[in-house]
């Protein structure tokens, strides 16, 4: 028997004590992707509108071990501290997001470009033969179905984000942005953001180039 096209048998949920409070943890196989995801739920869920969400990609050297090459960890550590002052919401971590959707290795392939040749972000994907964003935010719209959730104000600075999710059913109310001081590491990256995905950092200024059609970050 299938719930909102998770199966039963594939998720599993039990409190976890973290130092910002508890949170109900829901982990979850996808079976369109085949991943391990993870939900984590403060407060009740079901039948609720406009729930505080954030759909965080995998992201190990930022989210594990503070890289300043990214604002990952930093927007990780944003969105569980907004959740818990709304008194409620999800962050939903999907796992084989890394590097939009590459990978571990390119992705570390790709800092080498970076570092070495000037490349941005998207260059240094793309001339290894890589799309610019692989991400399927599907699985993050089948455990917030399962949640019960209504609808979402979604915490991200990507516009584009919103339309992957409301394409896989999910109900958008508003974007909530998430913005993180730039550093001197990352503000290429960020740049290369806004100006070549649209990502919208008015911290940074105006964007300087046209955009590209893509979703994510």
């Known amino acids: 028997m299938r719930d909102h096209g998770i199966a039963r048998e594939d998720i599993a949920e039990a409190d976890l004590v973290t130092r910002r409070g508890t949170f109900r943890t829901v982990a979850f196989r996808d079976p369109v992707d085949g991943h391990e995801h993870l939900a984590l739920v403060l407060g009740e869920t079901r039948g609720r509108e406009g729930v505080l969400v954030r759909v965080h990609s995998e992201c190990v050297t930022g989210d594990i071990f503070a890289a300043m090459r990214c604002e990952c960890g930093e927007q990780l550590e944003a969105a569980l501290d907004a959740i818990v002052a709304e008194g409620g919401g999800v962050l939903v971590y999907l796992r084989g ?35 610019v964003d692989s991400r399927d935010f599907g699985p993050a719209a089948r455990v917030l179905t399962y949640l019960g959730i209504r609808s979402v104000r979604l915490m991200s600075n990507n516009a584009d984000k919103v339309r992957g999710l409301e394409d896989n059913g999910v109900v958008v109310e508003s974007r909530v942005p998430l913005l993180v001081p730039a550093n001197d590491h990352n503000i290429r990256y960020l740049t290369a953001k ?24």
Request: proline share 5%; no cysteine.
């Open 97 to 131: 997001h890394e590097g939009r959707g590459i990978g571990l290795v390119a992705k570390v392939r790709t800092h080498v470009l970076q570092d070495e040749q000037g490349l941005d972000t998207v260059d240094s994907a793309t001339v290894m033969g890589f799309p």
């Open 194 to 217: 806004r100006d070549r995905l649209g990502h919208e950092l008015p911290h940074l200024g105006t964007p300087a180039t046209g955009r590209l059609d893509s979703v994510g970050g």
